[in-house]
Each structure stands twice: as C-alpha cells, then as structure tokens.
C-alpha cells in the first residue's frame, strides 16, 4: 500500500503532532493485573482518550520485536524490512554523527586477543568510556588512499568508524566470531560491489592491530554491522508534509533525519517540549515528538520507574494537548515491559485525537481499554496513512 | 491471498446473497455520540446482526477513503489496486454504456477559453444538463479513421468519449490543466503503445474545437482520465458462482458487469429488491444488492436523512432475510459519514449470517457494536473469502 499512500497525498490539510513515548507498551503486574502504563497516574492520557479513537498497533508484525530504528521507521510510514537501516549506521546515528549519503558506517567492539591472536575476551572487559575515548582518539589517526576516516568512542568497549568516500558498499561480513579462543575473521565480500571496501577494511584492522597491540586493556577491535547509508525518500518526497521532529537522544534524532526531517533542538522535559513545539508549530505540518523515559526505565527492569517515567509522559501529552494539533497520534514505538527488562512484540496502545475520529468508549489510554477501541489492531506501518487521513491530507482512491 | 483463494474455489455450495448499504459507515453525532446507523431504528438489521458473525472492514488499508469504484472490486474480491479501474472507465459505467473489452473512455469537461485559448472557466459555468446533451450530440457527428467514436452527456459539464478499436491504449495525460488563465493542454503519451490513441485524441480535441468555437457557453472540452477497459478475470471463473447485480445505479450496474455478474433489472425500493431477490434466487450461487441512499443522503451531509435512509435500508434487509439465503453477508462499501459529507477512511460493520457462522454477542447493528464481534476487523477483499467459506464453497487448503 506504500506507493498507493504516496500516490494521493495531498499538497495541504491540517496539522499532525505523532507524540511517541518509547516503550510504551507493557505487561501486567503479577499482584495487580495492570501494566504500568494501567498503573500509572494519567489524568491528561486518559482524557484525550475518551475524546479520540483509540486502539493497538503492531510494530512490525506479530512476534517480532524491533529495534528502535525499525520500529520509528515503522511509525514514519516505511517498511522497515524494505527500509533496513544498518546496524552500523544506527550506531553512528546514536552518537548524533553527522552521517552522509553513501558513508559506510561500522560498529567496533574493542577486544583482547593472546599472542597467538585468538579472541580472549570479546568486549576488552568493559572498558572505560575515558579509556575508549583515549584509544578512538589513537585509532582516528589511520589514513586510507581516496578515503576520509572517522573513528569515534560510543561508550564502554563500543565505538564506530565511518568511511567517507566513492564507491563503497555495506553488507560485508562481520569479523566478530562471536567467540573466544579463535582470532577476529577477516572483512569478506558477500558480492563483488564491496571488494575496495573490504581492502580498506582490512588494510585498517591491520594499521588498527599495530596501534593497539601493546595496548593491555585492549590490543584489538572487532566490525560487525558494516553498512552504508543508503538514499530513503524523504516524508516530503512522499507524504507532501514538512516534517521536524522534537527529540532528545541522537539516535531518534537521527532516524528522524534520515527521513527527512528537520531536526530540532533537543528537548527533554515537558517545558522544553512545549516550548519546541509552540515555536516550530507554524511552520511545520507534522512533527515528531519523542519521550525516551519509558523505555529506558522498562530496560531497567523497575515497573515502579516505568510507572513514574509514564506519569512524566502524562504532562508532556497535556502541554501537547494544549497547542490543540488538529491531529494528535499518542503511541509508543514498541512495548517494553519492566518485567522482561527489553523491548518485546507486544501490541501498543494508540490514540488519534482529530475532528474527524471515531471517537469510542474508551476513555483511559491503556493495553487493555485500548483493544475496545474503534482503530482495532492496526500495524505501526499503517498510522502515518491514518494521520494524515485524519488531517485531510489523503485523496479519495479511485472514483 | 486471492490465488490461494481461487485454487480452493469448489464447483458446488450454499446460495449467497451480498447485501450492501452504500456509504453504511459514519461517525458519531456530537451530542449523542451515536452514528447514523446508531442513531436509527433498525430492528431488522439488529436481529439479523443476533444471528450472525459481526465484524468491519477495513475497506482498501487503514486511512485509504475509496471511490465507488475500488470499493466495490474490493467487496467482489479483487484487489483494487491490481484492478484499478480508470475514472474514464467509471463515468462511463455510470451512465450505463456498454462498454467493451479495449475500449477507451475518457472523462470530458466542457470548458470555456478566451481568444488566446486561455481557460476562464474549467466547467463552463456548469451548463445545464440539456445543453450538455445538445453539445455532446453534436460532438457525436465527429468520424475518425479505423474506430468508432462515441460521446456522451453525463450531467452539467461533464460527458464521455468512448474510443472502439484496435490497438487503443490508456493512461494518458489529463489535458485539464487544473487551473485557469492557461490553455488545455495537448494529450500527451506516458509510453510508446499510447501513440496513436494521443494522435487519435489530439485530432478529436481540433475537431471539438472548431465545432464548439461560436458556442458562448462553452466554447472547449478538456479530456481526464483517459483509461482503457481491460480484461478483469470473471468471479465465475475465479470463485466458481454464478453471480448476479441487482442495483439501481449504473455504476453499480457497470462494475458488477466487469467482474463478470449478470446484471438484472434495476432495483430500488424494497419491494423491487425482494422480488428480484426471489425471482434470480434459484438461478444463482451469489447476487449482490445494491442500496444507494444511505451514501448519497450522507454525501449531502445530512445525519436525520441518512438515518432516515438508513431505515429504509432496514426494511431491504428485511425481505433479504425473509427469502433465507443460505449465508446473507451485510454491509457497506465504505463509510460516508454525514458530518464529513464525503466518502471516508473509517471502517464498516459487517454481519455474516449462515448456519457455521460463530455467532457472538453482538445483537445491534452498529460501528461500536460490532467491535466485539467475532469475525474482528478484516480487509474489504477478505470478505469474499469469508463468504464462500460459509456457503461451503472454499475446500481446505493442502492436507
């Protein structure tokens, strides 16, 4: 249906806020039946429930639990199966890096090898942040023929290079064996296209292996998720909206970025996000606002904090609520219930605030008043067509 | 899943009656919360939803609001965007000509321009009806070599030309300009099999011109939707029923013929209904009935009218259910809710009633009702499948 969506979109109609808390969905507390987001205080959620139609989405498709970058393209309208962003580029996506059309994004995991080079520890034993920082610095100074290099820390034993230059490709084999007691593999081809991008690769791990190899906290690195940023139609291109999105951490910044876009200044609190959005309402159609607390709580395992991060959400949806978008989406990207400590597959409650919404029974925003709601199940693909359905911004199919 | 369906079709089962309320769907009115449909006293339809299976239906994909057109294929079990049938396609059937397999029909405006060819005025300041059909007459005169030209009146400004020949192609370039103050523009080809339907058009559009050029009324034409009507496999030979319409409406008429149905005698009230119902019943595995009012009552953006219709509905199903057709499967094409005094996005209520239907708790007939339904909320072209499981006619798929 991608291409039937982008065929009618219209060049005008009403403004859309989609307002995604990250991991909302959740499970119910053994000792009372209710999810966190059902134990949560939320007065203001409950209220633009009961004046909107409510429901669930699927992220992807049921059983499959996304990533964060799958699970926002989903909401943005594209196939994140078609859609595939890299792992590499996720990453370097996370640390706000300016990444480019054609750039080759990988992942490394710093990691100690013996004398014989076989693998003793995959993850360098958690290295300092400082100390990844301090041996990024070292790796960046590599120089490659016709190629810029970039080598930046994320965290801990994890940072990423970027290759900048023509004729690169991604898809290339990890050289992690995800084991110990054999050495890192080589960078392979899986199709000729990647042939100089392997060379350079490997010209690389070698330069690498010198620079560190009387390193003891870490004398060698493992690539995994070698992947270049390919082009992607933007929401403009596609949906004829002028898009911005309102986040605060650099991956859902950056996702947003890569569809185009305009991404804004970082807000965090509810404050901050009101004052985003009343100062980019405007001049935009469609803007993005993200909550990341929820899930960051729900990985922590603690439903009490999920319970405390939702009611934070409670006020942002207020303060949105109160710009009065003439289309309002509420969702999450993916469920993440404290009890699994991860994102899973389950269903996310969804609400659609507009002139024009079936508005139901459901009058507490919730997993399980949400499934009495009149949008049904629906997948996360499916809620960028709704929106601007609702906002009018959708042609009649066919006569 | 439509070829699936197709292989598993069986030669023989249960007589199946497709009842449709056009435009069923609706939204609530403000003050009551109610819908249409909620709002009016449909003891028929409610106890035949008693009886039956509820559900809705998605009609094309969430957000998606459908033409006449894509809805109805949807219904019969096509993929309308597979079998998208062109609006030149469409106007013609609607007026009821008898178009054939290769022909090419095109929407026609009559226009007004000034000296310089410039429009002033896209729809000729909607002629009466009767100058249309006098303009058109003499448009008709108009003989090209090696096909037959046909034009048509459909009402005010609009009219239809039919192309029959070989070798005639579609999907041509609108010559509407969508704006004033600039002349129509010539037909131009978007591939090479178009090029002497573009020669064949370009040299009527002269012709048109100069025998419209003294007219003060309207002085041009404009063509749209310049499509061809290509073969659509049968619901016979796909599903194996033998079909048959009963509509009042052309349109109705003409899709039902291009999947293949025998279209009988027009039918409006309900009196007409029941008696063309229990003279084909015996005749055919499958007849759709068509009623319009519930869709044109609502276009006008009347809920106390489309209520009133909606009741009228109630008595057509009355005499559907009194000739007891072994599955009678209830529904709308799509929605147009009053308040939007247009087609719309939102889904339909559906009952399927039969001996194996899974009867649920469902007892009213409505949008909020039949979210507890046991058939849930399925795609429009799921509902043949659904309907030829119940009458028996689907074996089961592999072993």
Request: proline letters at 5%; charged letters at 25%; one cysteine or more.
């Amino acid at each position: 249906m991608a291409n039937l969506v982008d065929s009618i979109a219209a060049e005008s109609g009403g403004k859309i806020v989609l307002l995604v808390a990250d991991g909302l969905g959740g499970l119910p507390h053994p000792e009372t039946g209710l999810t966190e987001l059902e134990t949560a205080r939320t007065p203001n959620l409950d209220a633009l429930a009961g004046e909107a139609a409510c429901g669930l989405h699927v992220p992807i498709a049921p059983g499959i639990t996304p990533g964060s970058g799958p699970a926002h393209m989903a909401l943005f309208g594209y196939d994140p199966v078609r859609y595939e962003i890299g792992r590499g580029v996720l990453e370097a996506l996370g640390i706000g890096f300016d990444l480019r059309l054609g750039d080759v994004a990988i992942r490394v995991n710093f990691a100690t090898v013996d004398k014989e080079g076989r693998i003793t520890d995959r993850r360098a034993g958690r290295i300092s942040t400082a100390k990844c920082e301090e041996l990024t610095a070292r790796l960046d100074q590599i120089q490659m023929p016709l190629v810029e290099v970039f080598v930046r820390p994320v965290r801990e034993h994890r940072a990423v290079i970027v290759l900048r230059g023509a004729g690169l490709a991604g898809g290339l084999r990890d050289t992690d064996p995800q084991a110990t007691g054999v050495p890192p593999l080589p960078v392979e081809i899986t199709d000729g296209a990647q042939e100089r991008t392997a060379d350079l690769l490997n010209a690389f791990l070698g330069a690498a292996g010198e620079l560190l190899k009387d390193e003891p906290e870490a004398n060698a690195i493992t690539m995994r998720g070698i992947a270049a940023l390919e082009e992607i139609p933007s929401v403009g291109e596609r949906f004829k909206i002028k898009a911005a999105a309102l986040a605060g951490y650099p991956m859902y910044r950056g996702v947003a970025g890569l569809v185009g876009m305009d991404v804004l200044s970082m807000v965090e609190t509810a404050d901050e996000v009101e004052e985003g959005l009343r100062a980019a309402y405007r001049d935009y159609d469609f803007i993005f606002v993200h909550f990341k607390k929820t899930d960051s709580t729900g990985e922590d395992g603690s439903f009490d904090a999920k319970v405390a991060a939702t009611e934070e959400f409670d006020e942002v949806a207020a303060r949105v609520r109160g710009v009065n978008p003439d289309v309002l989406l509420v969702t999450g990207d993916h469920s993440t219930p404290s009890m699994m400590a991860t994102h899973s597959w389950h269903s996310v409650p969804v609400l659609v605030r507009a002139a024009n919404a079936r508005v139901d029974e459901v009058a507490t925003f919730g997993e399980s008043a949400c499934l009495r709601g009149s949008l049904g199940t629906v997948r996360a693909i499916d809620l960028m067509p709704l929106m601007l359905a609702h906002a009018g911004r959708l042609k009649k199919f066919g006569a």
